[in-house]
């Protein structure tokens, strides 16, 4: 192959050389998405579903600016450190691929070299440029930026579930965004951005208006697939991972979670396991701590059964310094609370008597306002709460909290929640 039909075919079909690299499952679609990335002269956004493979597109477009643009600086983000080294590290895979390197031999007469590889920059032997600049450099979103320029800058999935759940999260993605644009190199430099929308006021709404592909358009996923993954998930994780649609808030009984940093708050308090034996439900694990006229939360979701989690509960238990730990006896008959108690944790269980609709509008929704989690709180615990209504596929996150809430209330007895839960 000589060196401009290399070159020709690098640039017009890409999704043929991530083919050559065992990505399969790309077609004509992921190569307009690839050169897109490669060769549009303005900023764009690529909104995509899930398991569409647009993150693998992004990889194969930053290992081409590198191979086919060696002297311009690369950008790229996500939003956290951890995210960027797994992409960094298939870059760094695709860059030495033996199909890789048949191709610079035929453009460069030269096998290609990393002369900077660590988990957030790559550089290679091809580039002359003497800025000293890695080719591709690598962050989180809570990075500064502050005094770099790039000529290609891309962010992947910087806005996910948190900016869901925080106003906090999306005010900083914002923030973060519109620096990006303080460091696109002026004139000659453009943004890419791909991901899911999540929120009204998310960061996608001062990004270039998207080009979108949602599950029933890509032809990627069946309609079984599909099926299936609105059987997995809550309406409003489902909408945003799959249609690309924000979830509204007007009608959602729970809104505007707040958060604190100080994960103490939650030491000491009460614990409780909802947990899942089978089917859709997923264990639900619980800490909550009445502190100040605040109860603060911490809570887990896993899409398992029980017995598939506990250890994992009491080794969170552990890190927050959880107490005595409530479960429901209804339908294991005392079974969770003999396994927690073989491996020494303090227990005790209820008979769940109070229809589950009325215990979380009631006695969740009555302190609602007082409720605080902390920020290791995971998303997907607080997005279910904030999904719920009465005919909610999954409740398990807001009906363990509404059992603690309960439990506080008798415990501590505010004044102002009587007439609430009497």
């Known amino acids: 192959m000589t060196r401009k039909e290399a070159v020709e075919f690098l640039k017009n079909k890409p999704y043929k050389f991530g083919h050559m690299l065992g990505f399969n499952d790309l077609t004509d679609l992921h190569n307009h998405w690839i050169r897109s990335m490669l060769l549009s002269k303005e900023d764009r956004t690529l909104q995509a579903h899930r398991n569409s493979y647009k993150t693998t597109c992004v990889s194969i477009a930053l290992a081409l600016i590198i191979i086919l643009l060696p002297n311009k600086r690369t950008l790229f983000c996500r939003k956290t450190d951890p995210d960027v080294k797994e992409i960094v590290k298939q870059v760094k895979n695709i860059l030495l691929h033996p199909k890789t390197q048949y191709f610079v031999q035929c453009i460069y007469g030269k096998k290609l070299e990393l002369t900077v590889d660590n988990s957030n920059e790559l550089s290679t032997n091809l580039t002359t440029d003497i800025k000293g600049t890695s080719q591709l450099v690598a962050f989180g979103t809570q990075s500064s930026v502050t005094g770099k320029h790039y000529d290609f800058i891309f962010t992947d999935d910087i806005i996910n579930i948190k900016d ?9 993605t914002r923030t ?23 929120h009204k006021d998310d960061a996608f709404e001062i990004m270039p208006k998207p080009e979108r592909w949602d ?4 032809g990627i996923m069946t309609d079984e697939m599909i099926a299936e993954k609105k059987c997995q998930m809550t309406r409003g994780m489902f909408s945003a991972n799959y249609e690309l649609k924000h979830i509204a808030d007007e009608d959602a009984m729970f809104v505007d979670p707040k958060y604190t940093d100080d994960i103490t708050a939650v030491y000491n308090g009460l614990c409780h396991i909802d947990a899942a034996y089978g089917g859709e439900d997923a264990t639900a694990f ?23 989690c506990i250890d994992d509960i009491l ?5 927050y ?4 730990t409530y479960t429901e006896d ?12 073989r491996r020494g944790d303090l227990t005790r269980t209820y008979h769940e008597s109070t229809n589950k609709h009325i215990k979380i509008s ?21 997005e279910e709460i904030l999904e719920y209504n009465e005919n909610a596929a999954h409740d398990d996150c807001p009906d363990s909290l509404s059992c603690l809430a309960r439990l506080m209330w008798r415990k501590f007895g505010r004044e102002e929640y009587k007439s609430i839960y009497n």
């Open 315 to 319: 080794m969170r238990k552990a890190k």
């Open 286 to 308: 619980t800490i909550a701590a009445y502190k100040d006229g605040k109860l603060y939360v911490y809570g887990k979701k896993y899409q398992k059964h029980v017995d598939d």
């Open 330 to 341: 209804n339908a294991d008959k005392g079974y969770l609370q003999k396994e927690l108690r």
């Open 215 to 218: 599950c029933y358009s890509t």
């Open 176 to 198: 973060f965004y519109e620096e990006l644009n303080n460091v696109k190199m002026l004139g000659t430099g453009r943004i890419f951005n791909t991901g899911t929308p999540w």
């Open 321 to 324: 310094l959880g107490g005595r």
């Open 362 to 382: 009631t006695y969740l929704k009555g302190i609602w306002d007082d409720v605080v989690f902390i920020s290791d709180t995971d998303p997907e615990y607080v």
């Open 164 to 172: 869901r759940t925080s106003k906090a999260e999306r005010d900083k």
